[in-house]
Nanobody, 117 residues
Framework: QVQLVESGGGLVQAGGSLRLSCAAS????????MGWYRQAPGKQRELVAS???????NYVDSVKGRFTISRDNAKNTVYLQMNSLKPEDTAVYYC???????????WGQGTQVTVSS
């Protein structure tokens, strides 16, 4: 069973940056499409970025140009570099393995990102 551990969240002022990490185990990481999701209070969880096996990427419009997803297959880790953060980016961020646009693994504990104005 895939296990996912997110880290790197915190409190940052608007315009600041954070780098999230997600360590995966229990799977052949290099063969998985990976995604970063976020869930804000009172809102549904949304997929904000994904990275395929060939490292091609996709982003939701609201984070394009500000967030960058990357992967290190040797470390079984996927990253989310978040720049120019906005208060509306405040959420708990999760990673997961993807099939199509659907998550396939169990959810980890997530990492809280709070952006103050």
């Amino acid at each position: 069973q895939v296990q996912l551990v997110e880290s790197g969240g915190g409190l940052v002022q608007a315009g600041g940056s954070l780098r999230l990490s997600c360590a995966a185990s229990g799977t052949i990481f290099s063969l998985n499409v990976m995604g970063w999701y976020r869930q804000a209070p009172g809102k549904q969880r949304e997929l904000v970025a994904s990275i395929r096996i060939d490292s091609s990427t996709n982003y939701v419009d609201s984070v394009k140009g500000r967030f960058t997803i990357s992967r290190d297959n040797a470390k079984n880790t996927v990253y989310l570099q978040m720049n120019s953060l906005k208060p509306e980016d405040t959420a708990v961020y999760y990673c997961n393995t993807l099939r199509g646009l659907s998550p396939t693994g169990s959810w980890g504990q997530g990492t809280q990102v709070t952006v103050s104005s």
